[in-house]
């Protein structure tokens, strides 16, 4: 199949299609895949759970396995900030179980040292080793010393144009320079693509304190811009998955699909089948 007709076929064919696909490529056995070492990104795919907010934590947490995405990021409609020690314990019997990585929770918005303190300790409580984090800038200093109490590291995640503190990833770079390493960056492609930033640009800037990439397309630039399944929209992922595969880069590439909150599978199994046929075709 030409690399224009897998494009095609990838942009545009029926959910079931994909699905079926998924099922057959995981039949064949994993000593069809890459070798590991071969894929650059084998192993650090990741799901963040907004993308399953309206759906249970035992389905986000079987629709990642099937989807191959071995990381699991948690937003706080799967493990509420409040979480009692024993929901705490259940949730992290269930990653158990099923052998996935729970990695990270977020994002988690910081506008008070009292909602850092939280942060934090729900993060410890949770067992997580990074918080996906938006705190207000003033606060930052609160951060670093939480980050150094705890070892837990906080990613700022960039949230496009209409966020009045970190709209770009750079907007974030700049106010983390001098600062504890594990204070760094979640470069969101689609937040970044709709504030006008150019996120292969922003990479190669700001890669150097991205601790996590969250995947994604979106249809236009500006405050209208949603995300749409990966392909259809304006993103052109290939250099950019190019860059990150052959850059020093060794941390998460998380899929967010914030499309169709009660039925999320097709888009988000479409737009996984999507990267991982461009990052086949750098092979």
Partial sequence: MSGQTRREFLKWAGAGTILAVIDAEAARGAEQRPAAGSDPFLDRLGLASYTTRELSLDDTLKWAKRLGLTHV????FHLPLEATEAQFAEVKAKFASTGLDFHAVGVLYMNTVEDVDAGFAYARNAGVRMIIGAPAP??????ERKIEETGIALAIHNHGPAD?????VRSAFEKIQGRDPRLGLCLDMG????????????FQACGSRVL???????DAAGEKGTTVEMGRGRIDHLPLIREIARSAYRGFLTFEYEK???DPLPGLAESVGYFRGLVRGLL
């Fill in 73 to 76: 990021c948690l937003k706080d």
């Fill in 164 to 168: 009045a503190l970190y709209p770009t």
């Fill in 260 to 262: 169709d909150g009660d």
């Fill in 138 to 143: 003033a606060l930052l200093d609160r951060v």
């Fill in 191 to 202: 937040h970044s693509f709709r504030a006008g930033e150019d996120p292969l640009e922003a």
């Fill in 212 to 218: 996590e990439i969250h995947v994604k397309d979106v």
